[in-house]
């Protein structure tokens, strides 16, 4: 059975850094990619980054040159590395796999991912 779990979430003042963590289980870990999500309180998710299984990386416009996203396919995780992060970044975030490339992340394809996670909370204050 498909499983990711995120972790790393928390409090954290502007201009901060944080580093999410999707750990997965049940799958071929390789052969998927892993997008990052967020939902801010009575916002729309939005697409946040996405990791092929290659060399293919994606990012919203809103968190360009200030998240990283990478995996470790021996430990079966995917990170998202937060800097500099403001109010606006607050939100739930949850991380979705999908198989081989960010083709649903890319056309928002909701339901062509195959498991999420439960979410983490990110909160940005002072």
């Known amino acids: 059975q498909l499983q990711l779990v995120e972790s790393g979430g928390g409090l954290v003042q502007p201009g901060g850094s944080l580093r999410l963590s999707c750990a997965a289980s049940?799958?071929?870990?390789?052969?998927?990619?892993i997008a990052w999500f967020r939902q801010a309180p009575g916002k729309d998710r939005e697409a946040v980054s996405c990791?092929?299984?290659?060399?293919?990386?994606m990012y919203a416009d809103s968190v360009q040159h200030r998240f990283t996203i990478s995996r470790d396919n021996a430990k079966n995780t995917v990170y998202l590395q937060m800097n500099n992060l403001q109010p606006d970044d607050t939100a739930v975030y949850y991380c979705?796999?999908?198989?081989?490339?960010?083709?649903?992340?890319?056309?928002?394809?909701?339901?062509?991912?195959?498991?999420w996670g439960q979410g983490t909370q990110v909160t940005v204050s002072s």
């Open positions: 979705a796999a999908e198989k081989w490339a960010c083709t649903a992340y890319s056309g928002n394809y909701i339901a062509q991912f195959a498991a």
């Open positions: 990791i092929g299984t290659g060399t293919t990386r």
């Open positions: 049940g799958f071929a870990f390789h052969t998927y990619a």
